[in-house]
């Protein structure tokens, strides 16, 4: 049975970082989505090694995974619209492959870990 399980959420001061991880078996599209105004996706795993991400999470966030079902969120230079709660997500694959990140919330994401709240303060 695949269940996501995450933690890392934390408070930091603006510029700072934080390394969120989620152990979720058994999916080849996995990612981290945040629920600020709305819930959106962050980045994710369009397969075993490709990766895509958000315009605003382009270049200071990086995602990754290991061999033992750890999925990894890094953030850098964090700032204050990055508050919010983050979860990590599976969906299954949709034709063999997986659905764009800014689908899976269309297609509805089959399993989803447990919220790590960011604050980020001035």
């Known amino acids: 049975q695949v269940q996501p399980v995450g933690s890392g959420g934390g408070s930091v001061r603006a510029g700072g970082s934080l390394t969120l991880s989620c152990e979720v078996s058994?999916?080849?599209?996995i990612g981290w989505f945040r629920q600020t105004v709305g819930r959106e996706g962050v980045a994710a795993f369009e397969?075993?090694?490709?990766t895509t991400y958000a315009e605003f999470a382009k270049g200071r966030f990086t995602i990754s995974r290991d061999n033992s079902n750890h999925l990894y969120l890094q953030m850098h230079n964090l700032e204050a619209e990055d508050a919010g709660t983050y979860y990590c997500?599976?969906?299954?694959?949709?034709?063999?492959?997986?659905?764009?990140?800014?689908?899976?919330?269309?297609?509805?994401?089959?399993?989803w870990g447990p919220g790590n709240l960011v604050t980020v303060s001035s």
């Open positions: 997500g599976a969906v299954r694959q949709r034709g063999g492959r997986c659905p764009p990140l800014n689908k899976w919330l269309h297609y509805g994401v089959d399993f």
């Open positions: 058994g999916y080849t599209c």
């Open positions: 397969d075993d090694e490709t």
